[in-house]
């Protein structure tokens, strides 16, 4: 069974994902002046960007990825960007960057071609994750007709476009493949709620390829 690292609170763990956040930046911009997160969206990692951004960070030196999208545009209601630029405004207002998927005036394809050539660029050194109530990572979600792909350890693709019928939001998607995420210098899964901890604990398949594939610390709280 894969440990989980417990907290007392949401707000605990909120506290602690967003100082193991910063620790990575801070330790990538003493050894190479620069730093990279991809950032998963989600109601339970918010808050810990929230705490995050309020950190005295050489913010100038970060950069922001996504780790997945919506193909919507960044004012909608389900856009993870919009999320982010919000709940970062204090870091992105100090000087980090957030690097978006979605393209306007784009097809999905051609949006996936350009998420894929801005993040290949970038060295990941802490990417954080959650995990659905159908236990998918990123989004790449059970019944995704482009799962095999997403979770290829062989797939060259740092982004890709992948449709996931019925999932809240928009069934059109930008995901960064399980081979992206898995060459990130460390990695966090959140959780929270006794119904994900069961998920984990019976053996989520798509999670257990990603422990498969990397290590990967998983924080929970109830």
Same mark, same amino acid.
């Given at each position: ?6 907290? +007392? ?14 620790? /990575?930046? #801070?330790?990538?911009?003493? &050894? ?27 913010? *100038? ?6 780790? %997945? ?5 960044? %004012?909608?209601? @389900?856009?993870?960007? $919009? ?5 970062? /405004? ?13 393209? @306007? #005036?784009?097809?999905?394809?051609? +949006? ?14 802490? @990417?954080?994750? $959650?995990?659905?109530? %159908? ?9 995704? *007709? &482009?799962?095999?792909? /997403?979770? %290829? ?13 019925? +999932? ?16 990130? =210098? ?6 929270? $709620?006794?119904? =994900? ?5 019976? $053996? +989520?398949?798509?999670? #257990? ?11 929970? @709280? /109830?």
């Amino acid at each position: 069974m894969i440990p989980l690292i417990e907290f +007392a609170t949401r707000e605990a763990l909120a506290q602690a994902s967003a100082g193991c956040i910063a620790d /990575a930046l #801070n330790q990538a911009i003493a &050894e190479r002046g620069g730093a990279c997160a991809a950032l998963s969206g989600g109601a339970t990692p918010e808050p810990a960007y929230r705490a995050l951004a309020a950190l005295p960070l050489d913010w *100038p030196r970060v950069t922001f990825l996504l780790v %997945d999208e919506r193909f919507v545009p960044p %004012d909608h209601a @389900a856009s993870n960007e $919009g999320m982010l630029r919000r709940a970062l /405004a204090r870091a992105l207002n100090a000087g980090a960057r957030l690097v978006p998927m979605f393209a @306007a #005036n784009a097809s999905l394809a051609e +949006a996936a071609r350009r998420a894929n050539e801005n993040c290949a660029r970038q060295r990941i050194d802490i @990417a954080l994750l $959650g995990m659905g109530e %159908d236990g998918h990572v990123a989004s790449w979600f059970p019944h995704s *007709p &482009e799962l095999e792909a /997403a979770l %290829d350890a062989a797939n060259g693709a740092t982004v890709i476009a992948v449709h996931a019928p019925g +999932a809240a939001g928009s069934s059109e998607r930008l995901t960064m493949t399980l081979a992206a995420i898995a060459r990130a =210098k460390q990695r966090l899964l959140l959780i929270a $709620g006794p119904a =994900k901890r069961a998920l984990i604990e019976n $053996g +989520a398949p798509i999670a #257990n390829t990603l422990f498969a594939a990397a290590p990967t610390e998983i924080l929970w @709280a /109830a």
